[in-house]
């Protein structure tokens, strides 16, 4: 299984946080010509411990990693030039027009960091001339490549010098792929866990916020020129019921608390989270459990991961458990939730409504429901 590291190399810079690591087909570790030749203040005093894929820490190392959300703002610089111990060469599976990577590549690349170009197929890259003159060995992945974990073991057999591919989403899907468990070469495989956790808690409680006072209402109001009163509810006492209770489940529950939320987490491993002084209770993941959580709570957070445990765990048997008046919050994976049922469930009333960051298909297709359902906030 991966665990996380606290990255040491320049990239962390670029995205300051905590990755995800693992490798194919020796044991995991970060590569020693990235590894930083003295240690850093986080590192000398938060040691890396071992994580599972959900996400949950390994019983048998109890020691807290770094990430995003104990970290200062501005604490770890990346211009360092004492902190690079050798040249990363760098080749990007991403959209060359991408906004976010012209800004990551051609701003301020820290000491030792060379950017070779980016593509979205191996076709887009003169292979020759990477293997003759540059060899590479860092593969940058992101988001903008759609089918980056499938064109990936062709790049990395094409490019024999790449030794790490890094992932710039926080998610599990590429590590667990099919294609990238196949290749045959030996390469380190690191994601952004971490980083995206206050940003999607923030984003939780926006939305929580946007169907307990009636956000929509407001604007038509507005629009109409109506200076019509009305009650609002508020978040302080209700029930926030958390899928998947990783970094981002419980950077939500950090906030939510502080809104006087009751906070319920189902997770792989409730044990781990026994003394969790956020939670009121913690449930485990079996069916049962789950329409429990479902039935208790006023607001649910989905930010499990998608593996083969978990796609299509929250289901219509889930959504027919559902406390009246839920509003549902998908921020992890859109395959963990059946989206159909989820549909049936917002059209019937059964919920009141629903947030969704994530779906089943990306880019949301144009004839899905989902578009046309006032009670439905969705983000790109």
Not at 4 to 13: A, P, Q
Request: include cysteine; hydrophobic fraction near 35%; glycine fraction near 6%.
């Amino acid at each position: 299984m991966p665990f996380v590291l606290r990255s040491t190399s320049f990239l962390t810079g670029f995205l300051d946080s905590t990755y995800s690591a693992t490798k194919f087909p020796r044991s995991s570790t970060i590569p020693s010509f990235f590894r930083r030749s003295h240690p850093s203040p986080l590192t000398s005093t938060r040691p890396f411990a071992a994580s599972r894929m959900d996400g949950s820490k390994d019983s048998s190392k109890q020691k807290k990693y770094w990430n995003r959300e104990d970290s200062a703002h501005g604490e770890y610089s990346y211009l360092d030039p004492n902190k690079i111990v050798r040249e990363a060469k760098i080749v990007s599976l991403s959209d060359p027009e991408d906004p976010a990577n012209i800004a990551l590549f051609h701003g301020t690349m820290p000491p030792g960091a060379t950017f070779l170009g980016a593509g979205m197929t191996p076709n887009d890259f003169d292979i020759e001339e990477l293997n003759s003159v540059h060899k590479p060995n860092v593969l940058f992945m992101s988001p903008s490549c759609p089918n980056a974990a499938k064109i990936l073991p062709e790049l990395l057999s094409a490019v024999p010098s790449l030794e790490w591919v890094h992932a710039r989403s926080a998610g599990i899907d590429f590590i667990s792929s099919p294609e990238l468990g196949a290749t045959p070469e030996s390469v380190y495989v690191t994601n952004a866990k971490g980083q995206f956790s206050s940003t999607l808690a923030e984003y939780t409680m926006m939305a929580c916020s946007y169907f307990a006072k009636d956000l929509p209402r407001l604007m038509r109001q507005k629009k109409s020129k109506n200076w019509g009163k009305y009650n609002v509810d508020e978040l302080r006492g209700k029930t926030m019921g958390i899928v998947g209770y990783g970094d981002i489940g419980r950077a939500c529950a950090k906030l939510a608390s502080v809104y006087g939320m009751r906070i319920i987490a189902l997770r792989r491993n409730p044990a781990l989270s026994e003394d969790d002084p956020l939670c009121d209770t913690v449930y485990g993941t079996d069916k049962k459990s789950l329409n429990q959580l479902m039935s208790e709570s006023d607001y649910v957070v989905c930010s499990a991961p998608s593996t083969i445990e978990t796609r299509g765990m929250v289901n219509a048997d889930a959504f027919k458990a559902a406390k009246d008046g839920l509003v549902f919050i998908n921020l992890g994976r859109g395959p963990v939730v059946d989206e159909n049922a989820m549909i049936e469930a917002l059209k019937e009333g059964r919920l009141k409504g629903a947030a969704l960051d994530v779906f089943t298909v990306e880019p949301l297709p144009q004839e899905s429901e989902l578009w046309e359902l006032e009670n439905v906030l969705l983000s790109p």
